[in-house]
């Protein structure tokens, strides 16, 4: 299973930006799923997460600025981030607690997986 996020770059304070994070593999199932952040010197923090069933979860500095969102039919979490603040530069993750197919059929696993981050930076 792997996960791949898009969509970071470089935004002015009070901008806008999403990202987007693919899920791809021998999936069976993904429950949970969510972004985190790291910012240098910082220990790696919960942004937001959502259910399967769509419940949201959210860190106390970016709501009402942040929505998570998910397409299950394309295995897919989204982070729309808005009014966004030079403190919120950091690497973001995608995160995924994930039922996955092993090569003996009809057995699966559940593991959680990591993407390789993608890079938010909010200057002027």
């Known amino acids: 299973v792997q996960l791949v996020e898009s969509g970071g770059g470089l935004v002015q304070p009070g901008g806008s930006l999403r990202l987007s994070c693919v899920a791809s593999g021998e999936i069976h199932s993904i429950n949970d799923m969510a972004w985190y952040r790291q910012a240098p010197g910082k220990q790696r923090e919960l942004v937001a997460s959502?259910?399967?069933?769509?419940?949201?979860n959210y860190a106390d500095s970016v709501k009402g600025r942040f929505t998570i969102s998910r397409d299950n039919a394309r295995d897919t979490v989204y982070l729309q981030m808005n009014r966004l603040k030079p403190e919120d530069t950091a690497v973001y993750y995608c995160n995924a607690d994930v039922r996955y197919r092993t090569i003996i059929a009809g057995f699966t696993r559940r593991n959680t997986f990591w993407g390789q981050g993608t890079q938010v930076t909010v200057s002027s």
């Open positions: 959502i259910s399967n069933g769509g419940t949201t």
